[in-house]
């Protein structure tokens, strides 16, 4: 092969990997920007399992909307939005279309409902598929095991585990 034809195959290659390169650097990232995705959700549910498990035995809203804030702080989201139901355990089998219950008792069922924003950070995912960001929405129930405070326990000795 001659000298000529062996540089004019090396510009071709040069040429075909400048064309590919920015693409394959994209789905990289993209990649990475879903891995990011799912990590954000998987910390969502265990905050709002979390948040139920500790609303179970203590019923302090504040208490367990920051239990439930706490385990997604590595988790790159916007802040979150955490709200605290207890509802009848009857008679619908989705507890969140029941009744609330009006005194918090044994039986009721504790509901943590997380919802937040996820903002891709490959520019391309962020301003053409997602603007306004992905919301990703996580609720967790059980059931009341423990009433705190109650005749026996004030507010300061409440459980702060389950």
């Known amino acids: 092969m001659s000298l000529h034809r ?12 400048a064309l590919i390169f920015p693409i394959f650097i994209l789905l990289i990232v993209a990649a ?11 910390s969502i549910t265990n905050g709002a399992r979390e948040g139920a498990r500790l609303a179970i035995v203590n019923q302090d809203a504040t208490l367990i909307t920051q239990r439930a804030t ?4 590595i ?12 509802k009848k355990p009857t008679p619908n089998a989705d507890p969140s279309l029941n009744a609330t219950c009006t005194t918090i008792a044994v039986g009721c069922v504790a509901i943590v409902r997380f919802e937040t924003t996820y903002q891709p950070m490959t520019p391309i ?15 967790s129930d059980e059931v009341v095991e423990f009433t705190c405070p109650n ?7 409440c459980p702060k585990q389950p």
């Not at 990475?32 to 998987?42: H, K, L, M, Q, T």
Request: net charge positive; aromatic share 10%.
């Open 6 to 17: 062996q540089r004019r195959h090396r510009g071709q290659a040069l040429a075909e990997f």
């Open 70 to 73: 706490s385990q997604t702080a």
């Open 75 to 86: 988790a790159e989201i916007a802040s979150p939005n955490v709200t605290v139901t207890f």
């Open 32 to 42: 990475i920007d879903v891995g990011r995705g799912v990590f954000a959700y998987n």
């Open 125 to 139: 995912i962020r301003n053409i598929l997602f603007p306004a960001g992905v919301t990703f929405v996580a609720t």
């Open 151 to 157: 005749a026996q326990t004030t507010a300061a000795n």
